[in-house]
Structure formats: structure tokens, C-alpha cells
């Protein structure tokens, strides 16, 4: 049997893309600014992007949605990487070429977070249709702080065991199944300790993730993770 681990997630990013639609031309979203342009894929090159690379099953691929009507944009500033990871702006062809294999396990992941680097390796070994990890961690690096991280009420780091056929888009607005209603499909929860939920802006420990954040980490324990995230 032919099977493809695929991590997917959209950058810059196509849900914000449709709150911009509409909106009066003297009030733009800033998802159309250079400056938010440039901290979205900042993030991306120094957590994400290293954290996918860094994975122990390397069979993979890693897609990057971009929205085509912000390309004028991202088209420069996309970092250089390696042939497993795919920057499109219509996901027709990629779905095309996954048909090749018998089964895909699809993974979510946003462009501001991390999965560690045996994450894959679970993903791949789970016998589950559905699958999640539910207890994590959260880095804020303007204070340099570690939390553990319980996902549950904000959506779960979740993949899915799929017939690649059956795959009609990979739903960048809606993210069918949605994010949250992930935990009602019974999925078998894979273990604590391989992703990590990077706090910035808006989304602090300050903020609205503060009921999800369990316990401050000692001092030192963010640089022993590096490792693991690729970092």
C-alpha cells in the first residue's frame, strides 16, 4: 500500500483574506500590509517551517496554501526550502497527485506553531481514523516563557487517516470538520508533548489562551525543546 504523511495549514492567510472582502478600500484588513505580510512568514521560517523539516518520518509533504488574491505579496518573501514542501495557490493539483497514493494522513497545522520531531512518526503508526494530540506546550517568546498546553476548547493538533480519492479540497475557509468538533469524531488521543503553540501578538498567555495554559515551565526547559521542534 502507498501511503503519504501530508501537513497542511494556510499562511497569510486565506480566512483573513475573506473578512478583508468588502471592507471599505480606506480601511484595508491588515492582512494586506507588508508589515503583517512579513510577521506572518517570519514566524513561519522560525518555528513552523524548521519544526516540519525536522520530522523523523521524512516521507512527507508539507502544503502551503496561499491566497492567490494576496500573492502580489507573499511571492517574494516565500523562503527557499526542499521539494517536500509545496507553496500553491490552488490546491486542484495537489490533490491530483496525492490520488497516486492508497491512503494520506492529512495534519493540520497553523504557520505560528511546531510539531516535534517524531509527531509524524505517530501519525503514521496510528491505526485510527481520526487522531489528535491533545496536551502540548505554548511558547511566548516576547517574555520567554513555557506553558504546558491543554488544546480542548480552542481545537486540537488532530490528523486524519484518509482515501485520497475522496478528497475534494482541503477546505481553507471552513477547515471542515472544524477545528473544535475534531474531539466528537472519537479520535484516539496520541500522546502529550509534540506540538507547541507559539504565543504572539493578540495571542498571549495574557489573553484569550489563558484558560488553556496549565502550568508555567522552569526556566530552561524551552532551550532543552529546541531540539525536538528543530529549532
Not at 494556510?10 to 473578512?19: D, F, I, R, T
Request: include cysteine; charged fraction near 30%; glycine fraction near 4%.
Amino acid at each position: 500500500m502507498k501511503r503519504k504523511l501530508v501537513f497542511w495549514a494556510a499562511l497569510n492567510s486565506y480566512q483573513s483574506s475573506k473578512w478583508m472582502r468588502g471592507r471599505s478600500p480606506f480601511s484595508p484588513h491588515p492582512v494586506t500590509t507588508e508589515a503583517w505580510t512579513d510577521k506572518r512568514i517570519d514566524l513561519f521560517k522560525q518555528y513552523t517551517l524548521p519544526s516540519i523539516l525536522n520530522q523523523s518520518y521524512e516521507n512527507f509533504l508539507f502544503v502551503v496554501l496561499l491566497d492567490p488574491e494576496l500573492k502580489y505579496l507573499t511571492e517574494s518573501r516565500l523562503p527557499e526550502t526542499d521539494k517536500r514542501v509545496i507553496y500553491c495557490y490552488q490546491d486542484a493539483p495537489i490533490l491530483e497527485m496525492l490520488r497516486k497514493y492508497d491512503e494520506v494522513i492529512m495534519a493540520l497545522i497553523d504557520c505560528d506553531d511546531m510539531y516535534s520531531e517524531d509527531a509524524g512518526k505517530l501519525m503514521m503508526e496510528c491505526p485510527s481514523e481520526w487522531m489528535y494530540f491533545k496536551i502540548g506546550y505554548a511558547y511566548e517568546p516576547a517574555k520567554d516563557r513555557l506553558f504546558d498546553y491543554d488544546t480542548i476548547g480552542t481545537g486540537p493538533f488532530w490528523a486524519r487517516r484518509r482515501n485520497p480519492k475522496e478528497i475534494k479540497r482541503f477546505e481553507r475557509e471552513k477547515r471542515y470538520p472544524g477545528h473544535k468538533s475534531v474531539i466528537n469524531y472519537d479520535p484516539q488521543e496520541l500522546g502529550a508533548s509534540h506540538f507547541c503553540v507559539v504565543l504572539h501578538d493578540l495571542n498571549t498567555s495574557s489573553n484569550v489562551n489563558m484558560r488553556n495554559i496549565k502550568t508555567l515551565r522552569p526556566n530552561g526547559d524551552w532551550s532543552t525543546l529546541k531540539k525536538e521542534f528543530g529549532l
